[in-house]
């Protein structure tokens, strides 16, 4: 089946992470509606952040670099479906555009590759670490104030190779993105959600379609996955209170055990000597109650932010 004769057209990126997610999405599509192989078929676009290498994306335009592209095909009715990780998403979509579901949540902790020395209590003082994210920067300035961290941009195998050959001492990245290409087994040192919190969206996939596009937003509801529906539900509103982007450091997690809905949030300065964090349990019943439990959590800690977290 050719492009034109296919089902389904999903927009994608061309990194082998996004590859990887959108091929799970479309084996997800292929499977739940009894279709044949070449129903879906992927459209490989590149984005503002794929060609912009050398700058960290603060500097750049933040999340929606990464999706602007793709949004644009979506709007011209080039594609039908996005596949996301979710956390590169902006907290406002596009007019037109909706997040239609998302797959099932893998892992959302980060993870230490650090070949030579296996874990941050190991890292000496002084150590190289590497990290595209605000948010790692400041977490890993505030358990090791010692370290030196950089930014590094590139594809995961590229980071992996940049530790191997000590470019770096180590880097973090997302384990849910290693597991999903294989590459698991590079990792040093998970660390611990709990006192490493997560990125908001970390693990997820997330769906997008046109808001009008009634077919397709049907099409995903058969393997929309409600639980990560609830966890994100929350997590992007506490990140939309806090007008949350890639210039200012944010955690958020909620995590579904037990019948409740359990939310971790965090709000660093850069440096990561300043934090403010949130913890509160709701039960899991909707979405709505999800998103006003993360929109209330992100009102406040905005309200008591010290004078070292003014960036927001």
């Known amino acids: ?13 061309g990194s082998p992470l996004a590859l990887a997610q959108a091929n799970m ?5 292929v499977a739940a509606h009894g279709w044949s192989e070449g129903a879906v078929v992927l459209d490989i676009i590149r984005t503002t952040g794929d060609a912009t290498q050398d700058r960290p994306l603060s500097e750049i335009g933040g999340k929606g670099l990464f999706t602007k592209e793709i949004d644009t095909a979506q709007l011209e009715g080039r ?14 979509l596009p007019d037109g555009l909706v997040i239609a579901g998302y797959l099932p949540r893998a892992d959302i902790r980060d993870a230490l590759i650090a070949p030579r020395w ?3 209590s190991n890292l000496p003082n002084g150590a190289r670490i590497g990290t595209v994210s605000l948010r790692r920067q400041s977490m890993l300035k505030r358990l090791r104030s010692d370290l030196v ?10 980071r992996l190779n940049k530790a191997a050959d000590g470019t770096f001492d180590g880097v973090i990245l997302a384990m849910a993105g290693l597991t999903r290409l294989g590459l698991d087994g590079h990792v040093t040192e998970i660390l611990d959600a709990e006192h490493f919190i997560p990125a908001v969206g970390q693990g997820a996939i997330a769906l997008v379609t046109r808001a009008d596009d009634e077919k397709t937003i049907a099409l995903v509801a058969a393997i ?7 966890e994100l539900a929350a997590e992007r509103a506490f990140l939309g209170v806090l007008d949350g982007s890639c210039r200012t450091p944010i955690g958020g997690s909620a995590r579904i055990d037990g019948g409740q809905l359990r939310f971790s ?12 964090e949130c913890h509160e349990s709701i039960p899991a019943s909707n979405e709505a109650d999800a998103a006003a439990l993360g929109a209330r959590l992100g009102r406040s800690l905005r309200a008591e932010q010290p004078a070292g977290l003014s960036a927001l």
Do not use: C, F, W, Y
Request: charged residues 20%; without cysteine.
């Open 118 to 120: 296996k874990s941050l």
């Open 265 to 276: 949030g965090i709000v660093l300065s850069p440096d990561g000597t300043e934090a403010r």
């Open 1 to 13: 089946m050719n492009a034109q004769s296919a089902l389904l057209t999903i927009g994608t990126r």
């Open 25 to 29: 999405t479309a084996a997800a599509l």
């Open 224 to 230: 929309a996955h409600r639980k990560t529906g609830l």
């Open 149 to 158: 961290v950089e930014n590094v941009r590139g594809n995961v195998e590229t």
């Open 79 to 92: 594609v039908n479906l996005a596949v996301h990780s979710a956390k590169d998403l902006p907290t406002v």
